[in-house]
């Protein structure tokens, strides 16, 4: 009987171990990949900065910095990876829908319509995602390393009240301003009849997206500011938007 008390405590303890190895391991790469990613988007701000003081417009931005955009913004579907694995406590399907939204708008949008790439409306939401990032991957580092600034956390949970509206805002703008492009084009669609036997219209395609703005975005800005009257006022949450 002591025996097996003996063998199950020692199964138990080596259990735990594999726990606390996989856990420390996590969050090294967690801390590895956030700590990357305010780099990366880092990068992209100098960057931008940079061309408007030589250049004094914002025609020709997209283009100086759409290679390190389009790199850093692809590689936030290790996001999703993170939730499909648990080892960040969120929402798959969330993650995946606001991560692919931005890669839409990335390659999609922006990146597959040149002719849109001097609009102002696309350095609205770059400027946006720019600011947003930089906040959320700092704030995510630095709570991953125990060590949270007040300031990061204030900024994480209020820069968003102005920053999210302006962001859907540059985004809808710019997906209006491609439709006549699109619609002229017939890029992406698929015109029947053809060997697929399948009707593809992109134009509308490009509509139905910015119809789905208005159930998503109150969701996500709402849920937000509920996380911000729990976390500025000091309760323990599990921080569910990574």
């Known amino acids: 009987m002591a025996s097996s008390e ?25 801390t590895f990949y956030n700590i990357a990613m305010t780099a990366g988007w880092l990068v992209l701000a100098i960057a931008m900065m940079r061309f ?12 100086s ?33 606001q991560v692919c939204s931005r890669i839409f708008m990335v390659w999609f949008i ?12 696309v350095i609205l939401f770059l400027v946006v995602w ?45 997906i209006y301003a491609a439709l006549p492009f699109v619609r002229r084009s017939g890029m992406y669609s698929m015109r029947l009849p053809n060997k697929y036997n399948v009707s593809f219209d992109y134009y509308y395609c490009l509509i139905i997206v910015m119809l789905s703005y208005i159930p998503l975005f109150p969701q996500l800005y709402f849920h937000m ?3 911000r009257r729990k976390v500025l006022h000091g309760e323990v949450i599990v921080e569910k938007d990574d």
Not at 10 to 17: A, S
């Open 130 to 174: 720019t600011m947003t990032e930089i906040t959320r991957y700092s704030y995510y580092t630095f709570n991953l390393l125990n060590h949270l600034p007040y300031f990061i956390k204030w900024a994480r949970y209020n820069l968003f009240i102005i920053l999210y509206p302006l962001g859907v805002v540059g985004e809808l703008l710019t």
């Open 6 to 30: 003996e063998d199950g405590a020692v199964e138990e303890k080596e259990n735990n171990n594999k726990k606390k190895t996989k856990s420390a391991l996590a969050t090294a790469w967690l």
């Open 110 to 121: 922006t990146n597959g319509i040149r002719q849109i790439q001097n609009e102002e409306s």
């Open 225 to 227: 500011l509920r996380q």
């Open 52 to 63: 408007y003081i030589q250049k004094g417009t914002h025609k020709g931005l997209y283009r």
């Open 65 to 97: 910095i759409a290679r390190t955009l389009k790199f850093f913004q692809t590689f936030a579907l290790v996001e999703v990876g993170h939730c499909a694995i648990g080892i960040v406590r969120t929402s798959v399907i969330v993650t995946g829908v």
